[in-house]
């Protein structure tokens, strides 16, 4: 199984933090995007800011709990108000035929 892991953290840790994973060779694809939100960030839990970077990291089982550790440690989500993050497994589904 793959699994998704999803960051969100300060705007422009994102991209550090990608390229830290993308040579890893346990992560298959690691994305960043910026956001900009009012409703997420209502409460500022993630800062002052609405705006914030959305890290994507695709893993194999196998890496997901040691990636989902070394990227919180790497945010400091241990610190108040530096973000979140989570961990989806990905369903593997394909329309082409083999």
Avoid: C
Wanted: a negative charge; hydrophobic letters at 45%.
């Amino acid at each position: 199984m793959i699994y998704e892991i999803g960051a969100f953290v300060q705007k422009g840790e994102g991209g550090d933090m990608a390229a830290k994973f993308a040579d890893d060779e346990r992560v298959l694809g690691a994305y960043v995007e910026t956001a900009r939100t009012t409703d997420l960030f209502r409460f500022r839990e993630f800062g002052s800011a609405a705006e914030n970077d959305i890290l994507t990291l695709i893993v194999p089982q196998a890496a997901a709990d040691a990636i989902f550790d070394e990227l919180a440690e790497a945010a400091r989500f241990d610190e108040p108000q530096t973000g979140l993050v989570f961990r989806l497994p990905l369903q593997q589904r394909s329309s082409v035929d083999e």
